[in-house]
């Protein structure tokens, strides 16, 4: 995940859009932790959580503030509270430009992401990881500014 956070950081940089563009990251294991600009963005990324994951929908629902937001995640297991958030979660992705990149297989997470019509891609690890969020934002940014 850290490779595609910096991958993207450097691809809006190239681009000439970091500095227009406002930054936030959530890292959610046991905690929900969200930074906000890229100084703490970088902060949060730089802070690596092991262990079951659970989102809290409140620090969550932070981070779609606004409408029409690029928002991507990235997970390699389940999200235990999912059935309890599913509902809220899905609503707030569907007011933003979304996709998920899913390291490993399926699962409840990702087939209810599907089914709702969110882009899920699906990775084998660190090597495909960051490439595929780069290609994944220029295309879903390019196709943003044309709508």
């Not at 993207?8 to 932790?33: M, P």
């Not at 690890?125 to 994944?136: P, Y």
Request: charged share 25%.
């Amino acid at each position: 995940a850290l490779l595609a956070w910096y991958g993207l950081l450097e691809y809006l940089r190239q681009n000439h859009l970091l500095k227009k563009t406002t930054i936030s990251l959530a890292n959610f294991s046991e905690s929900t932790l969200v930074g906000r600009g890229l100084h703490e963005a970088k902060k949060i990324a730089l802070s690596p959580q092991f262990g079951t994951t659970t989102l809290d929908i409140e620090r969550i629902t932070d981070v779609f503030d606004r409408r029409g937001m690029l928002i991507f995640t990235i997970s390699d297991g389940e999200i235990f509270n999912w059935h309890s958030i599913r509902d809220e979660y899905i609503r707030h992705v569907n007011e933003n430009y979304c996709f998920h990149i899913q390291i490993g297989e399926p699962n409840f997470f990702t087939r209810d992401l599907e089914l709702e019509g969110i882009p899920v891609y699906y990775v084998q690890g660190e090597n495909d990881l960051w490439q595929k969020v780069i290609e994944i934002t220029d295309m879903m940014y390019r196709k943003r500014k044309v709508v």
